[in-house]
């Protein structure tokens, strides 16, 4: 059984940055975040595969976001955000999944709760 829960949530001025992380215990081999505005489906970030360390982006994240492990035990995870704009509000959760996953093939088993961030213009 895999645990998750996010932290780092809040408002923030556009342009501004912050930092979300995610205690992640049990097994996995993926980790990953997503995000859902309101009235909006919820849409894949990023996600890092536990061995190796290999990421993927969504379009929009690129070059913005970037999701990173502790080196450790990696039972961190974290989306560094930057730039924010008020498109960026939504609930964000973490996930994770049982299985190493190519780019646009990440498939969680198992959700965060969420956390919410609030991008003012």
């Known amino acids: 059984q895999v645990q998750l829960v996010e932290s780092g949530g809040g408002s923030v001025q556009a342009g501004g940055s912050l930092r979300l992380s995610c205690g992640a215990t049990?097994?996995?081999?993926?980790l990953g975040w997503f995000r859902q505005a309101p009235g909006k489906e919820r849409e894949w970030i990023a996600h890092?595969?536990?061995?190796?360390?290999?990421?993927?982006y969504a379009d929009f994240a690129e070059g913005r976001f970037t999701i990173s492990q502790d080196n450790a035990k990696k039972e961190i995870l974290y989306l560094q955000m930057n730039s924010l704009k008020p498109e960026d509000t939504a609930v964000y959760y973490c996930?994770?999944?049982?299985?190493?996953?190519?780019?646009?093939?990440?498939?969680?088993?198992?959700w965060g709760q969420g956390t919410q961030v609030t991008v003012s213009s």
């Open positions: 996930a994770a999944d049982v299985a190493t996953r190519a780019c646009h093939s990440f498939n969680p088993a198992y």
């Open positions: 049990g097994y996995k081999r993926s």
């Open positions: 890092i595969n536990y061995i190796g360390g290999s990421t993927c």
